[in-house]
């Protein structure tokens, strides 16, 4: 007999007549011989009323409150459920966080979770009960008891949290669609289930604005290897499995709080082309990484800076030995683009052929801006200026000078606490080139574009901003310095340019307005006008031109990329908001992605 958790989101509980099916679900699922927890979400958009009530009554409502009150909408349903469940016959009971046990750390409004209690869950369990816990909630400590929520959507999380300490068989999230799609259904509508995803590709599309699930608990299933699916409450259909590599055993004590970083990777095999004074219009970078795929050199890293007056500034990196054919394509498309665009001035072609790229890798740095923040400080400690940064949900890369290499790995491992290896290409090539070199895409329009002009240009400065920003829980995104040096009273200064939640913006920029005296630098500027749309697929590593067809499909239909940042299995562009749906679905097309299913979401 099986140990299973299920869960279900709000829209399968949304009214009496869905909790009376999700019962029946639950029900044959313990005839078929089986032990179940079923984790479940506040009715429909209950969740969102409340918060609407709240603000209603204050303006800066405290958090603590918050959760007291965002929780209740779980403590109905749990209840409805189990009364459903004992109507059908089934014995069941239901519990709130804080009667399982589900501790968690003392930070209202995003707690993580630090331990769960199991043995009230399994005396119920040998009594033939079916358990319906409360998801997003838990508590400080057993003595404290203050109510804590885990963050918005947070119910998945509660859920494989639940599956790995019970160490239960699998963890199915049951929700409003098939499965995890190739796009979210509403705002494509040919998107496609897919059979399978690896937790590292659903990791990053879960933050890039995926919500289907909550980062985090693919987090979870990763670190401690829960068998995911994710299904639709309306069908019997298998849904996508979430695949997730063997994990090294792990105490479940600390449990969302586990090393944040696993390990220290580095490339010494790297070089850098930067474009500089590129008209800022559509299709240049179409043509710039068309031109380069057509040559077969796979390009890693790719950043474009926000646009100075009207001309950007474009970076990418290739290996050593692609160097010198990159440098030609470069060299021979900057002329061409200033008769595109004559008033941009002539664009300038620079090249550094001795870099390396260090990069910290972990599944635990989700939400947790202090450790990107902590691998500045750490490289500028060292002495290391960064030339290059590139963020992902699992990974934060630095393209630094060669000769800096040995020193920034030395001070990484023992910052992190971690052994180093080396990028080994073979490894990362996928030995199966029928795996697609993108899965799936997404768009985020809940993000908002800060900008830092005139950063002095010396070690140090990324770290100290960035500390900052993390020491306010502000987490950062698509971190891009401009290539060119603009002297101020003499002293060489870059932009500095990054996304963050629409809902950190205010909070972000005072910050760094406040920070101007200590660290001198220039005004500072806030655009929430903007959408990020992304790619994602472990089958993009080794695969030339996946970048050049990305922002092809964007030229096609005539949008502006305003920034591009990459890392090895995403590749995102900032373009206007109003051009983001646009935007997802060219995207979408391009890489075939579209099925000849039409996915009904229900409302
Ligand atoms: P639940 O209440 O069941 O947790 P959510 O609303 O949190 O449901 O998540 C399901 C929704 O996620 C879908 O209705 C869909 O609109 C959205 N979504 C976004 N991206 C995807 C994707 N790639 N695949 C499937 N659904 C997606
Ligand atoms: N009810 C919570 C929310 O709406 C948690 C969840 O549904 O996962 O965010
Ligand atoms: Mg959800």
Redesign the pocket.
Known sequence: MALIVQK?????VGSAERIQSVAQRVWQTVQAGHSLVVVV?AMGKTTDQLVKLANQVSSNPSRREMDMLLSTGEQVSIALLSMALQELGQPAISLTGAQVGIVTEAEHSRARILSIETNRIQRHLQDGKVVVVAGFQGITSLTDLEITTLGR?G??TSAVALAAALRAEACEI????P????????LVPD?QLMAEITSDEMLE?ASL????LHPRSVEIARNYGVTLVVRSSWSDDPGTKVLSPMPQSRPIEGLELVHPVDAVEFDTDQAKVALLRVPDHPGIAARLFGEIAAQQLDVDLIIQSIHEGNTNDIAFTVVKDSLNRAEAVAAAIAPALRNQVPAAGEAEVMVDRHMAKVSIAGAGMIGRPGVAAHMFGTLAAAGVNLQMISTSEVKVSCAIAAEDCDRAIAALCQAFNVTSSPLNREATVPPNQTVPPVR?A?LDRQQARIAIRYVPDRPGMAARIFKLLADHVISVDMIIQSQRCRLVNGVPTRDIAFTVAQVDAANAQSVLQQAIPDLGYGEITVDEAIAKVSIVGTGMIGRPGIAARMFEALAKQQINIQMIATSEIKISCVVAEDEGIKALQAVHAAFGLAGNQQIQ?PA
Do not use: E, M
Not at 174 to 177: A, E, R, S
């Open positions: 279900y989101g709000g829209t399968s979400s959507g119910s998945d049951y929700t409003d669609v499965g995890i799609l190739t796009a979210d259904p509403r998107a599309l604005g995926a919500k289907v799936g997404a979401v």
